[in-house]
């Protein structure tokens, strides 16, 4: 299950069989031609084939659909790609507990990157938990709510969680339509496009890591981040669920996630697994990390530790 | 072809021909969908942010009802086993009045499936060879495969039968019993594998519990069959349906059993949970006690608590049910005690605290309440045309031309209403 092929610019990801599929789509499509156009839905959004299934000219028709899509919607010139995972590398993000100051500038520099619902819903990728040093980390005294004049408060420390990109994901396995999958680097994407909006995955995550778009998110234009990947920060539609994804649009292409570059107190690491230079691997092997809900057995991607 | 639209005809006609009652009630489950239609209309274009439910508790009140609905078809069909064992005379009856409840609850189910989800237009994504369904992994595609399944299998039974009986024709007991005798594991595999799409997660402990499958199936056992109870009763009376005292009371006794495994069940995973008392005791004290002062569900808990026992206790007592006033009152504070213990009380403490350790206090909106009023409405005109057009097949009023058992003077064809 979680070897699955990578994106479709690798040209030999082809699906076992996709004529018959294509017959049947076409054999269907009277019906949903019908059903589907009075509720104002786009028949080739219904006709389409799963994103692994898209031969390249596909790939670049939908593409560009995005963007026009984002021209209407926002009026806006973006720049939509679908970069797939590079060769040799697997994404591994370190958290250092003990420098964490709870200011939350993570979640804001998200959401200014990843094109997130602003309000109505509010969706933060990133959620902080205020946690009592008494406590230790402790679900059941961890508030994610907490408003304050200043950072760090006494007596507390902070738990920021994210998705963690587990190597054994409970929401891809529990996901009825494949629309969620784990890709060669790591990260764990959606299509939003493909998604059904049933919420199996939001049952099956262990770490609150997925978020619905219970109404058409609000997005304000000139907040619109126009470097766009497909399977990332794409603006999305009503009623699909969304997650973190590494910043895939900026990692993809060498740079670092955006609430690695904000933290103001470096308590963020980054970078490839399999390479021993790498900061994450120096974190690695100078400090001793954890998961989170080790006994679930998702293996993450993201490790948390404490550096002094 | 001729005898196909005679048919339809006939059934067109006692549909609408009825009593004062019948049309009122006709005329109320109308209304019922009418505000559903209104609410899912606002629903549909508002999103889904129209419910109370968001990403702390993001599955509530649809797949509550949804759940609950699954176990009256699962155990509608049930009831097959008893009719054979102790060789009820109205055998046939029996097995196609489950079977007609078990296709108005599946459609029940399959509508509350459809309106929790966010994206209802792109449901050929779950279909094989339309799209690309995640099957084995996902349960929710086994879940769809055997409610379908079970749905199709339950509809060609009643048909074969019922067209058979219209025809004044034998059914052929080599087609009919393999079919009714394949119709029980499935209906088992349908609540089943609904259980285990709960069960199979280990990011929710109130889920993660062995016993739930076994605890759907004991609560599906006492809420099907008090549907039953009470049909044989409107039908006995209406349509002089030949159905015995005997099987009811044995039905009601069958009950008490069921409910007692039920509570049984439910007390083991009280003291596993209380005994032991770790993290995982919070979803439980969620439900029974409140944490703190979120106690929205506590006084629930404690209702379908007392509903449970109650009903245990008057149909323990052969007194009791065999007491049409006493039996009945059973079967409605079942239908309460499991309606929330199966609905609410297994879907919301399995959000609260989320995952995070966060409490989110869940009720629904009104939209919630107009679908789900609507979705219920339409159960029940289904199963009530299903109805009114099979009994009169069953006792002989309702046949083919020239068929009929004891062809009745004009005028006097259809029973009084």
Known sequence: MNDRKS????????????????????????????????????????????FKELTPDQLKRVLAKVERRNKERFGKDTKVSATGAREGVEFGYGLDISRCVGCRRCVYACVKENNPSREHPQIHWIQVLEMDKAHGVDLTH??????????????????????????????????????????????????????????????????????????????????????????????????????????????????????????????????????????????????????????????????????? | MNGLLGFAKGSLREVTHGGRAYKAWVAALLAMIALGVVAYANQLSAGLIATNMRDEVSWAFYIGNFTFLVGVAAAAVLLVIPAYVYQWKPIKEVVVLGELLAISALVMCLLFILVDMGRPDRFLHIMPFFGTPNWPASMLTWDALVLHLYLFLNLGLVLYLL???????????????????LSIPVSISTHTVTAFLYNGMAARPYWNASILAPRFIASAFCSGPAVMIILFQILRRTNKLPIKDEAIFKIAELMSYAMFLNLFLLGAELFKEYYSATEHLLYTQYFWQGIGEHRTLVPYAWFSLACSVAAFVLFLIPKTRANYRTLNLGCVLIWAGVY???????????????????????????????????????GFLVFTVLVKISVPILVGTFRAPGRAVQPAPEGTAHPAH
């Open chain 1, 7 to 50: 994106l479709p610019v690798v040209a030999d990801d082809g699906p076992a069989d996709p004529s018959r599929r294509s017959f049947m789509r076409t054999a269907s499509a009277g019906a949903a031609i019908a059903a589907v156009s009075a509720c104002g839905v786009d028949v080739e959004d219904v006709l389409r084939s799963h």
């Open chain 2, 163 to 181: 067209v058979k009986t219209y025809r004044g024709e034998p059914y052929d007991k080599r087609i009919f019993l393999p079919l009714v005798l």
């Open chain 1, 142 to 308: 961890a508030d994610l709510y907490y408003d304050a004049e200043a950072v760090p408060r006494p007596g507390k420390f902070y738990f920021p969680v994210q998705c963690q990109q587990c190597r054994n994901p409970p929401c891809v396995k529990a996901c009825p339509t494949q629309a969620t999958w784990k890709e060669k680097d790591g990260i764990v994407v959606i299509d939003y496009d493909w998604c059904i909006g049933c919420r199996c995955c939001m049952s099956a995550c262990p770490y609150g890591a997925r978020h619905m778009n219970w109404a058409a998110p609000t997005l304000p234009a000139e907040e619109l981040n126009p470097n766009q990947h497909y399977l990332g920060n794409r603006p999305r539609p009503k009623g699909v669920v969304e997650k973190c994804t590494f910043c895939v649009q900026r990692t993809r292409e060498g740079r670092y996630p955006a609430c690695v570059e904000i933290c103001p107190v470096g308590a963020r690491k980054f970078g490839n697994l399999l390479d021993p230079e790498s900061e994450i691997r120096k974190v690695m092997d100078t400090k001793r990390v954890f998961i989170f809900k080790e006994e679930l057995a998702t293996h993450p991607q993201f490790y948390y530790f404490y550096a002094t």
């Open chain 2, 340 to 378: 929330i213990e199966k609905g609410m009380g297994l879907i919301i403490p399995g959000f609260t605290p989320s995952t995070l350790g966060q409490i989110y206090p869940y009720t629904p909106t009104a939209t919630e309440w107009g679908i789900a009023v609507g979705v219920f409405g339409i």
